[in-house]
């Protein structure tokens, strides 16, 4: 399935009936939350008339709010594991909508060197195109601010993709975005790159345009000349352009990590309150996955010129 016509039949014969049953149950809860509500204010407003306690009504108020909860997360439940998982399925993918990226493999990547103090994600998706294990989910990593007024700041938001390289790296490889360069020019951007003292050594390319757009440091020069071949250069600058956000990646073990950030999340059911039968959206998902899954002919990564050692 990787055109929208595609998709459209799809919508047709594997969602809509679906799509028609949580529709019909996302109106009957919406429908008692709002007569609840009036019952609440109505109760609320006749307390205030004979001024009388106001604890029946904050209480009220409270159940109205734990009711809401518990159906809105029942909702999502279904919504996900109903809808996304099928779309996913429909692309080849396994969905688990409680799991994401294990910090394990967050860490193995080496891709951020603030260790995170908040670490939580979910839907995760795994599979394999053609002969390439992939995996990726949702992810949002966070570090705690030191002094009087502690709070909290993202390190990460996005997808964490990991994909099998069919090689495994003597050194580590790590393609970051050059935030520096694009700020301060090549002289003092340069400066800047070899001053950081967190990452192994900088590596400089003949490519003018992919050393605008990253940095690249390795512990392997040689290797990592070798995997930066100026056809995977294009295709990672392909990939920034696919995806119009920052993009960065390493080289570690047998894999490619690769972390993209985007500041929303992607594969969430719609606001109780709204029809479950949104076809954007849902169109949405699926351009979302089509994208995921396209990495791996992006970066041409069936195309075996290495074996595993």
Known sequence: MHSITDFKSFYETALQSNLAEL??????????????????????????????????????????FFFYQYHAKQYRHSYKTKIVAAIAQAHGL???????????????????????DRYWGDDLLTGTVDKTGIRFSELHTQYRS????????????????????????IGETFVLPDVSENVFG?????????????R????????VVFEKNFAIYSTDQVEARYILSPALMQRILNLKKKFNTQVALSFIGSHVYIAITINKNLFEAPWLFSTADNYNQLE?????????????????LNTRIWTKE
């Open 23 to 64: 529709e019909t149950s996302r109106k009957t809860i919406a429908g008692k939350i709002k007569l609840y509500g009036l019952i609440g204010i109505g109760i609320g407003l006749a307390f205030m008339a004979f001024k009388i306690s106001a604890w029946p009504l904050i209480l009220a108020g409270v159940g109205l």
């Open 94 to 116: 396994s969905y688990n909508h409680l799991a994401c990226i294990s910090r394990a493999d967050y860490d193995r990547s080496k891709i951020f060197t603030t260790r995170p």
């Open 146 to 169: 030191g002094g009087k007024n502690k709070s909290y700041h993202t390190i990460f938001r996005g997808i964490f993709f990991i994909a099998d390289f069919n090689k495994h790296f």
């Open 186 to 198: 090549s002289t003092l951007g340069g400066f800047f790159q070899k001053m950081n003292m967190m």
């Open 200 to 207: 192994p050594q900088l590596i400089k390319l003949e490519d």
């Open 284 to 300: 949405e998902f699926h351009t979302y996955l089509m994208r995921f899954v396209e990495i791996v002919e992006i970066l041409d």
